[in-house]
């Protein structure tokens, strides 16, 4: 397995959650990295990504603000923080690499996918 999302569950509508995601060391040093959702009958949609070295962040407007995207390279690993989460951040979340460093909004950029892991919040 070459990337591993953990962290989802079951929260209560302004709720926080952690979302982490560890990656082997190849697939992980020097790309970018991100987090994407599919929630049931939508399209998979972009929510945050990351430059391989931290440096540069991008956001979908509809988490700006409330989710946080960060990397520890030496534990070859990407979070998500969630906060304030609302009744239509529910989906499946998945992290991929990406196959450049930068910070990629695209997601026929991405190389690699995680198994995804479920976000349900109750209002």
């Known amino acids: 397995v070459q990337l591993q999302a953990s962290g989802g569950g079951l929260v209560q509508a302004g709720g926080s959650l952690r979302l982490s995601c560890a990656a082997s060391k190849r697939i992980f040093s020097n790309n970018g990295m991100g987090w994407f959702r599919q929630a049931p009958g939508k399209e998979r949609e972009f929510i945050t990504s990351i430059s391989y070295n931290g440096a540069t962040t991008s956001y979908a407007d509809s988490v700006k603000g409330r989710f946080t995207i960060s990397r520890d390279n030496a534990k070859n690993t990407v979070y998500l923080q969630m906060n304030s989460l609302k009744a239509e951040d529910a989906a499946v979340y998945y992290c991929?690499?990406?196959?450049?460093?930068?910070?990629?909004?695209?997601?026929?950029?991405?190389?690699?996918w995680g198994q995804g892991t479920q976000v349900t919040v109750s209002s």
């Open positions: 991929a690499a990406s196959r450049t460093s930068y910070a990629q909004r695209d997601a026929r950029t991405y190389a690699y």
